[in-house]
Nanobody, 120 residues
Framework: QVQLVESGGGSVQAGGSLRLSCAAS????????LSWYRQAPGKGREFVAA???????SYIDSVKGRFTISQDNALNTVYLQMNSLKPEDTAMYYC??????????????WGQGTQVTVSS
């Protein structure tokens, strides 16, 4: 069973930075995608950024130019560098790992979340 552990959340003022980390117990598969989602109070969970086994990245428009997703394969860790934070970035941030093995088995795993609070 794959486990994901997020860290790096906290409270910052608007304009500040945080770096979130998500450590996976493993993700050496034929294909994988590591994503960050967030959920603000009273709202649904929304996609923020993703990186896949082809190192392609994607971002929601509201974070482009401010957030950067990256990975360290040696550490099985994905990062989300968040700069120029805004109060509307306040949310619980979740890491998600989607995998596909070479025999076409699939898996979908989520971490417990890490809280990000941005004050104005």
């Amino acid at each position: 069973q794959v486990q994901l552990v997020e860290s790096g959340g906290g409270s910052v003022q608007a304009g500040g930075s945080l770096r979130l980390s998500c450590a996976a117990s493993e993700y050496s598969y034929c294909f994988y995608a590591l994503s960050w989602y967030r959920q603000a109070p009273g709202k649904g969970r929304e996609f923020v950024a993703a990186i896949n086994s082809a190192t392609r990245t994607s971002y929601i428009d509201s974070v482009k130019g401010r957030f950067t997703i990256s990975q360290d394969n040696a550490l099985n860790t994905v990062y989300l560098q968040m700069n120029s934070l805004k109060p509307e970035d306040t949310a619980m941030y979740y890491c998600r790992l989607e995998i596909q093995t070479c025999s076409n088995s699939r898996g979908d795993y989520w971490g417990q979340g890490t809280q990000v609070t941005v004050s104005s």
